[in-house]
């Protein structure tokens, strides 16, 4: 029998054979860190034990780890790419685990008087990233340009709700177009290039539309949530200033080729017309107001829709930079090119609110199909050259361009009928395709200057020109109408397809031109244990826009034709051969804005302090074409605002900060809703607005955070804004007629808090954020009720409810792992926002509202040699779609559609835009 002596025995006589036959009695384990001259991690670098086959390599916290090295001595070499290779002696003579931590110095040359040294990352690296948010006297977030390059994004839009605080708004085929900062809307805040505001190709409003820029043109996101005295003051959400690639130390190529599909055209086709045909000027334009167009005019060429099987996604990009002239002439060029094809499969739902109750109740139904064709290019050029250590030149030159290409299909079904064979009825069935051609473009010319002038004074400046546009050339819609109805026996019948007698087809384009000048003067001083910077500046900018529109309407001749599924063999005449010249859409308006600023920074001890005033006055003024007695046709507004702001540092160590903010700021109307036009829509007749006033609002923030390594983070934030005279659109009632139109409404709040998290763990990483955000406005609703005689009426009711566009909670989190000894470099990342009000209804209670939502990403890159990496990105895993309803039952028809759950909400949306697969190669030399 064995007893647990015996065991005892034998596993003592194991362990003396082991050690017999082991040589090495000692083994060590070898960990520490890899950091450059400025502590930032070397990720990737490469740690060795020469002549064995003992290695690792630094993770992403620059740590790593050499497991069971036996005793003896050894020579240690660590090495990186443009570092210099370092090697050490060491001795193993214990058990146990040996730290040794390194710092590579560049592998740079001293050239003259410049001495030529790696310039401190601004945001290309992480640490870059983190170390510009923790200097910042204000708060500010940034997403390096690893972090985006590493995303599953293609487009500056999309990288957005990667950042705390912020959600994005979709267009028709799901991809991100505008951001929701901090719950406010993207009419309260504005976009820079390379710090430079850059006007907006958008038809009405101010607001940049950002999925006209790739993403792998940046060089790093800012996001500044605080505005400083030498900022524009027009931002109440916040201020994105997307930094384009700068010119590199040394030599510097990358390329990438990728190709993709979309899920949706696996399961249906793409539905295209002959955009190449697509008349990109109107008559009027092309000949002038006197003219009178005819029927030979215009061509329906591109009203010839067919189905098509879409070729694969194409993306390329490329940048090439380095430095001549004994490194004092800078150059980088860079290009990204993408052709991609997107859509969605849509349920839409007319909705009309009851005279009896002011429930919603259905009207019709419309089962939509979007096909998207993007084209999407970026170019942008930077030259700098350092004429000596005291003066520096750079000139930016940027041009983005974005077309769209969409077909909209629709079937348009009285919900008498009934949707898709559930149940039967009587009544109109309406087929429509529209053809829309979307054509958008920046274009960003600047030249700046930087000089240190004395030990103690410096200036910079910078002239500005940009230019952008909008062109949407003959958008029209072709409609066929048939229907459902019951002869006198009863029977069901089918009436034929008959072409829709009225063909409408519209020319819409904008221009949107600046010209702008900076100054900045700054002065340090001492005194004593107090270090002063003072600074004033001014900006001149000069805004030109102009808009033209112009529509023309067709009838079929014979107004009865049956549809033959050609469109060349149909006839129409056309009925207004002059277009519409008088259409108060037609305009020129200007805007000038003159500021200045005195701004003072204070360092004493763990403190830092900045404060100062901004003054601007802004001048604006519009001509529009539209009758006088209707519309006016100039206008001019003029006012100046004083904006003051405060910001408070605290650091009592080094990894932590205290930070406070005030500022005040304002919001411009967008340009439309000033111009007093009338037009008549659906429902109700739009007007603008020549009384509408800027918003105001007074700004506070806290923040405090907490850097436990050199990436990691962890940011608690708080934050309220005071807003007055919010802009929202709501009906007024006129005498005897409704306009829908834009008024300010009193005075809004907004508070939230925000949590910011990032750790690494050697291979592995998390970053995360959630945000909570609670606004309230309050707006008058119509109500329409019957009354006790039991007549139908309506009275005004005020309700308090959120900012357009806020979400109560918005969440992302980013699961890292990057192992840099098998090149894998993984990215999971998951965006979760809360539901939020899309519309704003005039009826009380009827507001429409965006369901939450998760969407999921992926992103897997493997290194296959030192210069080639093979990607794959993964959009929408999920098939997320967009719901959208009113918080409402409806009582009224719900049993006409018994395929949907009205008991407690009324869908009024339904979007599916199916998963989106990219793969390619990237190259770097």
Excluded: C
Excluded at 541 to 567: A, C, H, M
Excluded at 751 to 769: Q, S
Excluded at 820 to 835: F, R, S
């Amino acid at each position: 029998m064995i007893t647990k002596s015996h065991l005892l025995v034998l596993l003592f006589i194991f362990s003396g054979l082991v050690s017999a036959n082991n040589p090495y009695s000692i083994i060590s384990d070898i960990k520490g860190v890899v950091l450059d001259s400025y502590g930032e991690p070397l990720i990737g670098a490469t740690i060795s034990i020469e002549n064995t086959n003992h290695y690792a390599i630094a993770g992403l916290d620059g740590s790593y780890i050499i497991k069971n090295v036996p005793e003896g001595d050894y020579q240690i070499k660590v090495e990186f790419y443009s570092f210099k290779t370092h090697t050490q002696e060491i001795s193993i003579n214990n058990n146990g685990t040996k730290e040794l931590n390194f710092t590579l110095k560049d592998d740079l040359e001293s050239l003259g008087e410049i001495v030529v040294v790696a310039e401190k990352s601004n945001g290309d690296s992480q640490l870059g990233a983190r170390e510009t948010e923790r200097e910042s006297q204000n708060v500010v977030n940034v997403i390096s340009g690893q972090v985006i390059d590493q995303s599953p994004d293609i487009t500056v839009a999309n990288v957005l709700q990667r950042v705390s605080g912020v959600s994005i708004e979709r267009d028709n085929s799901g991809d991100g177009q505008f951001a929701i900062i901090r719950g406010m809307d993207k009419r309260y805040n504005y976009t820079l290039v390379n710090g430079i505001k850059i006007p907006s190709p958008d038809p009405r409003n101010r607001y940049v539309p950002l999925d006209i820029f790739p993403a792998d043109l940046l060089d790093r996101l800012e996001v500044t949530k605080a505005l400083t005295p030498d900022m524009e003051g027009d931002a109440i959400g916040g201020v994105m200033d997307l930094i384009m690639k700068d010119a590199p130390s040394e030599l510097k190529i990358n390329a990438n080729i990728g190709t993709g599909y979309n899920q949706l055209f696996i399961d249906r086709p793409f539905r295209k017309f002959n955009s190449s045909a697509t008349q990109s000027r109107s008559p009027r334009d092309r000949f002038g107001n006197q003219h009178s167009a005819t029927i030979d005019d215009f061509t329906v060429n591109n009203l010839d829709f067919q189905d098509y099987t879409p070729r694969p996604h194409q993306i390329y990009n490329f940048s090439i930079g380095n430095r001549f002239f004994d490194k004092k002439l800078g150059v980088l060029v860079a290009g990204s090119y993408q052709n991609t094809f997107r859509g969605a499969n849509s349920l839409f739902f007319d909705t009309d609110v009851s005279r009896e109750d002011n429930k919603p109740f259905y009207d019709n139904v419309q089962e939509r199909q979007f096909s998207n064709e993007l084209g999407r290019m970026g170019v942008h050029a930077k030259l700098d050259y350092k004429i000596n250590k005291n003066h520096k030149i750079d000139m930016y030159n940027a041009f983005m361009f974005l077309s769209e290409d969409e077909t909209r299909t629709r079937i348009d079904t009285n919900l008498r009928i009934g949707r898709a064979g559930q149940g039967v009825g009587t009544g109109r069935v309406e087929l429509g395709e529209r053809a829309r051609v979307r054509q958008q473009q920046i274009y960003n010319t600047t030249l700046k200057g930087k000089h240190q002038i004395t030990k103690k004074f410096d200036a910079d400046w910078s002239a500005v020109y940009s230019f952008a546009k909008n062109n949407e050339p003959d958008l029209a819609e072709l409609v066929k109408t048939s229907g459902v109805r019951r002869n006198s026996e009863g029977e069901l019948i089918v009436d034929p397809v008959i072409l829709d007698r009225d063909l409408k087809r519209r020319w819409t384009n904008n221009s949107d031109t600046d010209l702008a000048g900076y100054l900045n003067l700054n002065y340090r001083d001492t005194y004593g244990d107090l270090n002063v910077d003072y600074s004033i500046g001014g900006m001149f900018r000069n805004k030109e826009r102009d808009n033209y529109y112009d529509q023309y309407l067709f009838r079929t001749s014979p107004i009865t034709q049956e549809w033959n599924g050609n469109v060349f063999e149909h006839t129409w005449n056309l009925f207004n051969t002059q277009g519409t010249p008088t259409d108060p859409l037609n305009y020129e308006s200007y805007e000038d804005v003159r500021a200045y600023y005195g701004m003072a920074k204070i360092k004493y001890g763990d403190w830092r302090v900045m404060g100062g005033v901004r003054v601007e006055n802004t001048e604006f003024g519009w001509e529009t074409d539209g009758p006088p007695q209707l519309v006016g046709r100039t206008g001019s507004i003029d006012y100046t605002d004083i904006l003051p702001s405060l910001h408070l540092r605290y650091s009592p160590v080094n990894e932590f900060n205290v930070k406070a903010s005030y500022f005040k700021s304002i919001a411009r109307p967008n340009f439309f809703e000033v111009i007093p036009y009338q037009i008549n829509e659906d429902d109700f007749r739009e007007r603008g607005n020549p009384d509408l006033q800027r918003t105001r609002a007074d700004n506070y923030d806290v923040r405090f955070e907490y850097y436990p390594g050199k990436l990691d983070q962890i940011m608690l934030g708080f934050f309220t804004k005071r807003i007055t005279d919010p802009i929202e659109t709501a009906l007024f009632i006129d005498g005897q007629a409704i306009f829908l139109q834009p008024n300010n409404f009193g005075t809004a709040t907004n508070r939230g808090i925000e949590f910011d998290f990032t750790k690494y763990f050697r291979d592995f990483g998390v970053r995360a954020f959630y945000t909570y955000t609670d606004s309230q406005i309050t707006t008058s609703k119509i109500v329409r009720f019957r009354n006790d005689e039991g007549s139908l009426t309506s009275r005004e009711e005020n309700q308090t409810r959120p900012l357009q566009g806020q979400s109560d909670h918005i969440a992302n989190i980013s699961l890292l792992y990057k192992n840099q000894k098998h090149k894998w470099d993984i990215q999971l990342a998951a965006v979760y926002t809360g539901e939020r009000i899309i519309s704003v209804s005039p009826y009380l209670d009827n507001d429409i509202w965006q369901e939450a939502f998760t969407q999921l990403d992926l992103s897997i890159e493997k290194g296959i040699t030192e210069n080639l990496t093979i990607y794959t990105k993964i959009n929408n895993l999920l098939n997320t779609p967009l719901r959208a309803n009113i918080k409402q039952e409806n009582t009224f028809n719900a049993e006409q559609v018994p395929y949907l759950d009205v008991s407690r909400r009324t869908l009024v949306r339904e979007d599916f835009y199916q998963m989106t697969v990219l793969a390619g190669v990237k190259l770097n030399f």
